[in-house]
Structure formats: C-alpha cells, structure tokens
C-alpha cells in the first residue's frame, strides 16, 4: 500500500514538471511562429581575446590518425601548427539517468527497458502494450556501450567520458537542468546532486593526476523566471566553492549559464555569462539566445558584437512544423520524425519499423547536413546535442502540444525527445543496431575540420643506429626517437551498480601505457613502450601488443600486422600479418623484444611489413589486455570496441598515432578532399545497409557477457 501510494505520489510529481515544461513550450512555440526571424548575412566574425574561454589541456589528439568504421578519415596534421584560434566545441550532457529512473525501476521490475531491443526481437511491438513499461516510466531508446551506467556512482563512466570528449576536441559540457526548478521550485529528484558532485570530483581528480577534461557549463529551463531560484541553489552547492572555479566554461570572462539573468539575487548576478536557451527548433528571436537543437539550414545565434557566435548541430531533430514526438507516425503508420538518416531536401525513407537497417542510420546523414552547415557558416562555437541523453518518458495520451502525432498512440505509446537507434540523438557509442561508434567518431573528424590540427614534426632517420636487445640500453630512448603520450590512469578498474542494480565489472585495466616512442634505420623501426608502473601479464593473449597500419593489403579495422597478439611466454615474439577481418597469419616468428620493470621494446624489420621505401608514413597503435573474451573455439574475437572499454590502448580509442618519416611530405589535405573523404555520409546514408565489422565470433562473446550480466542481475 506504502508503495503503491509513493508510486502515485512520484508519477503526479512528474506530471506536473513534465505540464509545467510543456504549457511553457507550447506558448512560446506558437509565439514564436507568428515571427519567424531568418538570419542573413551579417559580416565578418568579431576576434575574441584568450580569456573568454579556457582552453583544456592540449594533449595532441589533434594530431593523432583516424579513420572509422565506415572509412571516414579525420584530417591529418600537417608540419604547421594550422589549429584556429577563438573555435569552440561544446556538447549537450545528462546526468539525470539515476534520479529520472528511480520511480521507473521502483515501479517496473522489468526496468530498464530498451525500445529499440523491444523492436528487434518484434517490429509490431507498437500494438502490443504488453511489451512495455507503465505510462510516464522512462525507457532507453538503446543500450549505452558501457550499459546502464549511473553516474551517481560511475567513476569509470566519467573518465571514460572525460577522455573521450577531450579527446574529441570538446572544450566543454553543457549539462542538462531544464528539468531543474521548473515553476522556481527546487525538486531534488531532478537536481541530480549526486552525479553532478561525482562528475566535478572526478573532474578535478583528473586534473590533479596532469589529465584533460572539458570545461563545465550548465543549461537550466527556458522559463527565465526559475532561473533564479536555481541558480542562487547552484551558486551556493557548487559556483561559490573555489575548488570548483578552475571547471566552468568561462565566457566573455565570466562562467556561462544557458540562463536568464531574471530574479538572480543582486550580489551574484554578475557572476555569470548568460545566453537565454532558446527551446524551439527555429532561428531564436533575438540578440543573447542560443539553441541547442535546430532545423536545418541551420542560422546563427548572435550578440550584439558577434553576428555568429554559436551554431547548433544536432544528430536528429524530433520537430518540423509544430513541437513533437520521436515516435510520431503519419496516417500510415510510417516515422515521420527527422531521424539520424534525414537529410533536408533528401529522399528519406518513410518505413513502418524504427529499427529498420533500411534507413542507414549509422552513416549519421543529419549529423553531416549539420555539421556542413555550421562549419560553413564558421561560428565561434558549435553547440552540439548530444552525448547521452539515452531516456524518455512513455505517453499513452500525448498532448496537446504535439500537434503532429496521432492521438490515440498506438498501444506502445509514444516517446517525445528519444525512441529508437534511427529516432534518438545521442554520439556516445552503443552496440544497438549499427551504430557502434560512428558518430564519436564522426564527432572528431568534423571537430577537426572546425578547429584545425597541430603540427607533425618529420620523424628523422638513423643510420646505422639500434636498440641491442643483447645487451640492452633503455637510455638510448633519452638520445632519439619520435614521442607521443597517453593518458594516465586510464586502465580503468570497474566495479559498480547500474540502473536496474546490475553489476558493472571491468577488471581489464593493467598496464597503464604513458609514453610511447619510435625512430628506424635502414632495417628496422623501433617501437618503445613505457608504463606508470612495472609491466605485468606476461603470457597472456594481447599483452603490450603493437597494432601496425601501413596501408597495404588485408586488413582488420585499418591494421595490416599485428606484434605479440598471442601469449608468450619466452623466445622471440611472433608478428602476424593481417589475412582479412580478424584472420591473422604468421609472417615471422622472431621478432627481438625488450622487456624490463615499465619499458617495453620490441623491433620490427621493415621489409616484413613491406617498408623498403626511404620515404614512408604508418600508423600504429598499442594495446594491453583489450583481447579478455573468448569464442567457443577459444580464440579471442576482434572487436574494436573493446578498445574503448578494456585494458588501456595507446593513443585512445580508434585513433592511432602518425609516424612520417622525414622525406614522407606531410602534407596535409585540403578541406576540399576533406569533405570528399566523408561526403559518403550523405550519399550513402540513402537506404543501403552498412556492417561494422564485428565478426560472429564477436556476437557470441558478447551474447555471453550478457548472460553473464543477466545472471548477476538476479542473484
Ligand atoms: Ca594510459
Ligand atoms: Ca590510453
């Protein structure tokens, strides 16, 4: 009875939050139609000065070779620095997973649900009610690649993220508090108290420990007479704490706010930068607005110094003519919502299943119109939503406000701002349907295209010279060789609860890889590897194993050779060469290796992996532990994401490093080839099915951590 009653009390709670924010956007929606304001030319772009935003720490990610699954490849960086000044990226960010999901979890055993899982395994799920959660529960549109995670708690989560979006280029996180205080009201559930000190905590932990994060900024409703009352709140848990200060995205030198500066008390109104949120999906209304999601062509949103000071870029936009649902149908029964594979003025699918592989989701089609748009326009910030929103309500009545959508809904109900893979608008990367991490890194390539890269020094020869792996000298890594970094800390351990109380474990994390160098001769090239702290694991599959990218022949994920992917335990090191997707075949068995307390070295003769030209460019990568799963068979798939989630890979993620010799030119593309190399987004995202390439083997490892995971879920 108690619960039942708090169950009542939680879902009235929420109805009149969710009203609140509905009333308001259904009357400035209509207000804002009746004078649609189009921005046009409005001259050159004003100079901002260093202070008004702070850079995170440069850790040349800039510079580092990507391409992805698709074969979109980021820019490369040239012998000049060519990175522009005044360029900023920020990216819309949730916290809200845990406290949003308490009532759900509390009042669906079944919870969390994924829609688009409940589509794939029944397309006609929209007309059985009894495959989903009760009225107003909120479901995930998919599974996020590190699950169900609560940031509450997650640690793991948030490095992750932190290093991700740094790496990225993002400069800072807008976070998400338009649910917060709606009506002036504090309401705790929707404070996200929790999350937003473990992610600051961590943040500055980060920085301590000599790593990046972005910078901070929140985004608070657009009903600017709450504004107030939440911020004098967020002043006094969190701006008025000067372990905090160094975190906020400064702006014309002062921490910005996507807030109004109404009823904000006098003596901190100056604190903050403020730009008014701007909620609809059309240009805003006037000077000081910023929108965080809007309709392609997309305008900008200025000041009265700067007539481009931000472009939105969003991945799918669930609004056209009037305010509404990602699930929105036509009369038909067809998806009308503009999804990940919409393309304005394109020929989009109109399809009755929200999973369909018919649309081509993964190729982020309206992602790439967008981003097009805004690098066009060349603001002094894109404003992109977003990372992890991942959650939405489900509406058995929709209301008034969403004029588009049918009403009755189907059984399954409808779901306004996320629905399915194709239906959500969420970068962070996930196993669901295709999507793995196309859009992260489609993310980087066209962050790299707005900000410029860092230079490339030419990596020089030495004649005659070589590590003696009989008599080894570590100290001759002092003297020469080309030097890249890795973040510290980041073989992660992990041992957490998720939404639904499942268990996160990750006990992956060893080596921890920090610098990393390379310089050849005539015969050889010299790879060096050092770690935090002394080198352990020996004798297992994918210890310290060197991933290598000549360009030449077979290949799995761009890798053409791979050293020391299987366990060793003496004698010299085997190198494989690549014979298609993860089919490896030995090109030599005695490659030399060096290993002592955190140093690693191994040699690689350059005519075994086809380098007998003077001039010559690869790309490389170091991986430890990432290889824990296993087939039936007993072999370990290749799965490329499992670099983001095990061991620790040096440089992160996709990325590898670039190691041009001195005669190879360097020279970087054009943005004219550039937008060649990712034109296929738009081309190809018409209909045409793409696979990553995840072998079967893969499916069977990961269908078996599921279990497992399921299991731990019911104990
Ligand atoms: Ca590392
Ligand atoms: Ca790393």
């Known amino acids: 009875m108690k619960v039942f009653f708090k169950k009542l009390l939680l879902y009235f709670i929420m109805a009149v939050f969710l009203a609140d924010i509905f009333l308001y956007v259904s009357f400035s ?4 139609r009746e004078e649609v304001f189009f921005m046009t030319d409005r001259g050159q772009n004003v100079n901002r000065t260093a202070s008004d935003g702070e850079k995170q720490t440069y850790n040349k990610s800039d510079t580092w070779a990507l391409t992805d699954a698709l074969g979109r490849s980021a820019q490369e ?11 900023y990226a920020l990216i819309f960010y949730h916290l809200w997973h845990n406290d949003f999901m308490r009532s759900t979890v509390l009042g669906d055993k079944k919870a969390p649900r994924n829609v688009s899982a409940i589509f794939e395994q029944d397309p006609d799920a929209a007309s059985k009610a009894s495959l989903w959660g009760p009225e107003i529960s909120y479901h995930y549109w998919g599974e996020p690649l590190f699950g169900f995670y609560n940031l509450d708690n997650d640690e793991y989560v948030i490095r992750k993220h932190a290093q991700m979006l740094t790496d990225a280029g993002i400069d800072a996180i807008v976070i998400d ?12 559930s929707s404070y996200n108290r929790a999350a937003l000190t473990k992610l600051l905590n961590t943040y500055l932990t980060i920085r301590t420990e000599g790593g990046a994060t972005p910078q901070v900024a929140l985004l608070l409703t657009w009903d600017g007479n709450s504004n107030g009352p939440a911020l004098m709140r967020f002043y006094k848990d969190y701006y008025s704490k000067n372990e905090y200060n160094e975190l906020w995205f400064r702006w014309e030198g002062k921490p910005l706010v996507l807030a109004q500066d109404v009823a904000v008390s006098e003596d901190i109104k100056d604190y903050w930068t403020y730009r008014r949120p701007w909620p609809l999906y059309t240009p805003v209304d006037g000077p000081n607005a910023w929108s965080w999601l809007s309709n392609y062509p997309q305008e900008p949103c200025y000041t009265a110094d700067d007539p481009k000071e931000m472009v939105a870029v969003s991945v799918a936009q669930n609004w056209s003519t009037s305010l509404d649902f990602m699930s929105a149908t036509d009369s038909d029964g067809n998806y009308i919502a503009h999804g990940r594979s919409y393309v304005s003025g394109g020929d989009n699918k109109l399809l009755k299943n929200p999973v369909s592989s018919m649309y081509g989701s993964e190729y982020g089609a309206n992602l790439q119109q967008q981003f097009d748009r805004a690098i066009e326009i060349d603001p002094s910030v894109l404003f992109i939503t977003g990372w992890n929103e991942w959650i939405a309500a489900r509406f058995l009545k929709i209301p008034d406000w969403a004029r588009c959508s049918e ?11 996320c629905f399915t893979t194709e239906f959500s608008r969420d970068i962070e990367p996930t ?3 295709n999507l793995g991490d196309n859009f992260y890194n489609q993310l980087c390539i066209n962050i790299r295209r707005f900000k410029g890269t860092g230079a490339l020094a030419p990596a020089k020869e030495y004649p005659g010279l070589a590590f003696n792996f009989d008599s080894p000298d570590t100290g001759i890594w002092d003297e020469v060789g080309y030097v890249y970094e890795d973040s510290v800390n980041d073989a992660l351990l992990r041992n957490t609860k998720g939404i639904g109380g499942s268990e996160l474990v990750n006990t992956t994390g060893r080596n921890d890889f920090k610098l990393l160098k ?22 297992t599959d994918g210890w310290m194993s060197l991933y290598i990218k000549t360009g030449d022949g077979e290949s799995w994920e761009g890798y053409n050779y791979v050293v020391n992917r299987l366990a060793v335990t003496d004698g010299p090191l085997k190198l494989e060469k690549n014979l298609g997707g993860w089919n490896w075949a030995t090109a030599s068995d005695n490659i030399p290796w060096f290993c002592s307390g955190n140093k690693f070295v191994v040699a690689v003769p350059r005519a075994l992996i086809g380098i007998d030209q003077s001039s010559f460019s690869i790309e490389f990568k170091w991986a430890d532990n990432t290889l824990v799963e296993y087939c039936e068979d007993g072999s370990a798939p290749g799965d490329i994401l499992k670099f983001y989630e095990n061991g620790d890979v040096a440089p992160n993620g996709r990325f590898n490093y670039l190691y041009l010799s001195d005669a190879a030119s360097g020279e970087k593309t054009d943005g004219s080839s550039l937008y060649r190399r990712i034109e296929p987004a738009l081309t190809i995202g018409t209909g045409i099915a793409a696979t990553v390439a995840v072998g079967a083997c893969a499916g069977v490892a990961i269908s078996t951590a599921n279990k497992k995971r399921k299991n731990k879920q019911k104990k």
């Open 29 to 32: 929606a209509s207000e804002a």
């Open 77 to 87: 960086p040239g012998r000049e620095n060519s990175v522009r000044e005044g360029k």
């Open 177 to 188: 508090y338009s649910n917060y205080c709606v009506g002036g009201v504090h309401n705790e």
């Open 407 to 417: 009403d009755p809904v189907l059984p399954g109900g409808g779901f306004c701002d």
């Open 431 to 433: 196993r669901q349907g």
């Open 518 to 539: 390379v310089f050849h001769n005539e015969e050889n090239i010299f790879f060096y590897a050092e770690t935090t702290r002394d080198i352990t694991g020996k004798g």
